[in-house]
């Protein structure tokens, strides 16, 4: 298949042949080249598109030329732009550090100055306020001497020494004893107590041994003492309680006791006679109740034997006696946080004599703790001799000074006069400890 090109020629000659035989041409030549016409009819059409194709074709080239000079023209622009602008942003950024460098000089160089005044002045300061008090110490040095000035000759200062020398004497306390403070505790009130002492609370509780007379009595109402309720007994002796009239009868009021002796004993002896009026004075008799506050200053726990006796009635499960231990829930180091008692029942006896006396059961002491010790025991009935009812009460202990009181427990003297000053107004019987 001829080219464009080739066709284009193949037809410009066919026309410049038309051209020549248009007058002279024979009948059988014109009708072979009208034959060629026709096979090539057409064909100008294509030269038209041939030659609109070329020029096209001229048309494009020329405009993809213009446009890369264009674009080259353009890159070139740019490329010079971009470096015109680097130029300026490398030189601005080298004035701004140097600004800043100069700047920062000048700001450290006030600074340096505002703080060499300030130390001047406060060195300055210093110096004045040091003179002012070494003029003061002066003074006083000189006011010292001058009170100091014992004449030669003089003896007073061998008087001093004597004195001391007694003082020392006088003053010398064992290591952790609190003898000093309850003296202080104690003065006020014209009391002072011997430190080789052995001080106890002692009273005898009425109950109803003398009938319904007055105000005060019960039976029943504080439980049973020989195995349970020991907080009753222990707040009627030592006053930590809120009741006005109620169960507060006494046969003998609360009062300080000592213990007699080297070997440390207490006998409370009583027999009476109550006329008769009611069963009750013998079922719920007088009640004898005496509280020891023995201080362990060891580190250790301690055991004791608490040698014991008296009497006991057993008729309607409310007499009895026993022997309680109260040990506070925290130690005398941290009295003000003690806020609770706990009981024990170390001995308890039901039976009805004069004397059950001979007992002796181990206490325990913890370590740091101030315990009360206490000992309830009941009256005996004996017999009822016309329409009068005859009763016995004994209360005692021994052998306290000699083997019970050995090195570390000492008796809390402090407590004890608390307790006999029933209580200060207290309600509860922790507070005794606090």
Known sequence: MPTPTLLKTAVEALNDRLAELTTEATPEQLAYLSKSVQNMSGQGTILDIVALTD?????????????????????????????????????????TKVNALSDMLTAKDSHLVEMDTAKTGHVTAINTEGTSQLAAVSDAATAFIGVNDVPGGSTIMTEVNAVQ?????????PGGSTILTEINNSVG????????????????????????????QWTSELGQWYTNNPEWPFNLLCGTHSESTSYSGFFKMPSLQFLQGSNGRFNFKEQYNRYQQSSNQYQYPYAAVGVFFIKNT?????????????????????????LWVGTPNQTDANKGSISSISWSNVFSTTSS?????????????????????????????????SSFY?????????NFRSNFM???????????IKAWQQGHGLNQPHQLWN
Do not use: C
Request: no cysteine.
């Open 390 to 398: 005859s009763q016995f009460l004994g209360w005692y202990i021994y």
């Open 353 to 385: 004599t004069h004397n059950w006396g001979g007992q002796s059961t181990t206490v325990t002491i913890p370590a740091g703790k101030t315990v009360a010790v206490m000992l309830y025991t009941s009256a005996y009935y004996i017999t009822s001799p």
């Open 189 to 216: 009130d014209g009391l002072i107590i011997d430190p080789n002492a052995i001080p106890f609370l002692f009273g005898v509780l009425s109950r109803y041994n003398d009938y319904n007379y007055g105000g005060g």
């Open 298 to 322: 060891t580190g250790s726990s301690m055991n004791r034997t608490f040698y014991h006796g008296g009497s006991a009635h057993w008729s309607s499960g409310y007499e009895g006696a026993s």
């Open 165 to 173: 020398s007694n003082l020392d004497a006088i003053n010398d306390i």
């Open 55 to 95: 020029d096209k074709l001229q048309e494009l080239i020329d405009a993809a030329t213009a446009h890369l000079t264009s674009m080259t023209d353009a890159e070139t622009n740019a490329l010079g732009a971009l470096d015109t602008a680097k130029v300026d942003s490398l030189d601005e950024m080298g004035t």
């Open 406 to 416: 050995t090195t570390g427990l000492e008796v809390d003297a402090e407590r004890t």
